[in-house]
């Protein structure tokens, strides 16, 4: 049940500060991507600004043997840049750019704009299914590592 909690609370607090800071508004999105054309630099200050509290919690983190709600911290293994990662991170920009939305956003729209953002919600819960049957090569090296 606290799990539960604090993940809906975390989901909640993320929802809303996505929404309050413009980051869910695919135009204004599109306007911070646009580096040559208009651009609108407020959204470097939402991501700076979240980086604030973020350095907070693994300053807390580490004076932590757990987290409240689990028996152990869960981070990643690796920090390796290897192809796939790239890959995949220039995937997410172009996609980011042509819509002005990526996964939190959207989802966070689609309490705000339910009609707009399904077709991207859709598009992306069809490309998680797929990612599911497609053997990438960034799953080859899980598997081998697991």
């Known amino acids: ?11 909640l607090f993320f929802g809303a500060g996505l929404a309050y800071s413009g980051m869910s508004d695919p135009a204004r999105v599109q306007a911070f991507l646009d580096l040559f054309g208009q651009w609108d630099p407020t959204l470097a ?3 700076g ?6 350095a907070g919690a693994w300053v ?14 869960d981070l990643p293994g690796t920090a390796t840049l290897d192809r796939p990662l790239a890959i995949g991170a220039i995937l997410f920009g172009m996609g980011w750019g ?4 990526c996964p939190g956003p959207a ?15 859709i598009a992306m ?4 299914a797929v990612q599911r049957f497609v053997p990438f090569p960034s799953q080859k090296t899980k598997q081998a590592g697991a």
Not at 1 to 11: E, H, K, P, W
Not at 65 to 72: E, Y
Not at 125 to 128: E, L
């Open 125 to 128: 819960f069809a490309g998680m």
């Open 60 to 73: 807390i983190k580490s004076r932590l043997s757990a987290p409240l709600a689990a028996p152990a911290f």
């Open 1 to 11: 049940m606290t799990r539960a909690l604090i993940a809906l609370l975390s989901g």
């Open 49 to 54: 600004g979240a980086m604030l509290p973020m």
């Open 107 to 121: 989802l966070a729209d689609l309490a705000i704009a339910p009609g707009d953002v399904a077709p991207f919600v």
């Open 45 to 47: 200050f939402v991501m």
């Open 98 to 101: 042509i819509a002005g939305l």
